[in-house]
T-cell receptor, first 113, second 114 residues
Framework: GENVEQHPSTLSVQEGDSAVIKCTYSDSASNYFPWYKQELGKRPQLIID?????GEKKDQRIAVTLNKTAKHFSLHITETQPEDSAVYFC????????????FGRGTSLIVHP | DVKVTQSSRYLVKRTGEKVFLECVQDMDHENMFWYRQDPGLGLRLIYF???????EKGDIPEGYSVSREKKERFSLILESASTNQTSMYLC?????????????FGPGTRLTVL
């Protein structure tokens, strides 16, 4: 089955800095890579996703890059703000049919004002 | 807007009790999931269902069972609760059929087994 490794487990940055979270996956058939943000005491919510036919996707201050050859993808947050503090989860799956994502273990991002 | 609701936010039960956790989604989603969330371990899949009365084991099904009698409702059952089942339980749903794979999560149930 699929295995997703996520690093780092904790990331501490100053407000305004950039933050990068990396994930690797094992199954070359995986073609859908979402990122979820979970604020303290709240439910995980999708913030951005990428499919394997695209190398990069941006949405304002967040971006995701995908390297299919190396089987890794990364979340980039620029100009971090205190409200970016949360746990971020990456996931990998094959879209379609009985879709079952495999999640990474999560990264706790702390943005210091 | 998709809404996924769970029957309780907090639950305290005693060892050996039978526990029911309910999840309801209002968007006619085909797929529903139960996860367990523990610090440092991320989201671990317990069971999922891709249709009414259909269920598949996830990564950690031991000690749990599920029921999906109606499309909108997916129940997680702990037949005999144990202290190592103290955790946060998250339900999720997705549209299915390959149209979109976004998962929509419920608010979670924090279960404590004494």
């Amino acid at each position: 089955g699929e295995n997703v490794e996520q690093h780092p487990s904790t990331l501490s940055v100053q407000e305004g800095d950039s933050a990068v979270i990396k994930c690797t996956y094992s199954d070359s058939a995986s073609n859908y890579f979402p990122w979820y943000k979970q604020e303290l005491g709240k439910r995980p919510q999708l913030i951005i996703d990428i499919r394997s036919n695209v190398g990069e996707k941006k949405d304002q201050r967040i971006a995701v890059t995908l390297n299919k050859t190396a089987k890794h993808f990364s979340l980039h947050i620029t100009e971090t703000q205190p409200e970016d503090s949360a746990v971020y989860f990456c996931a990998a799956s094959q879209s379609g049919g009985s879709y079952i994502p495999t999640f990474g273990r999560g990264t706790s991002l702390i943005v210091h004002p | 807007d998709v809404k996924v609701t769970q029957s309780s936010r907090y639950l305290v039960k005693r060892t050996g009790e039978k526990v029911f956790l309910e999840c309801v989604q209002d968007m006619d989603h085909e797929n529903m999931f139960w996860y367990r969330q523990d610090p440092g371990l991320g989201l671990r899949l317990i069971y999922f269902s891709y249709d009414v009365k259909m269920k598949e084991k996830g990564d950690i099904p031991e000690g749990y069972s599920v029921s999906r009698e109606k499309k909108e409702r997916f129940s997680l059952i702990l037949e005999s609760a144990s202290t190592n089942q103290t955790s946060m339980y998250l339900c999720a749903s997705s549209l299915g059929g390959g149209a979109t794979d976004t998962q929509y999560f419920g608010p979670g149930t924090r279960l404590t087994v004494l």
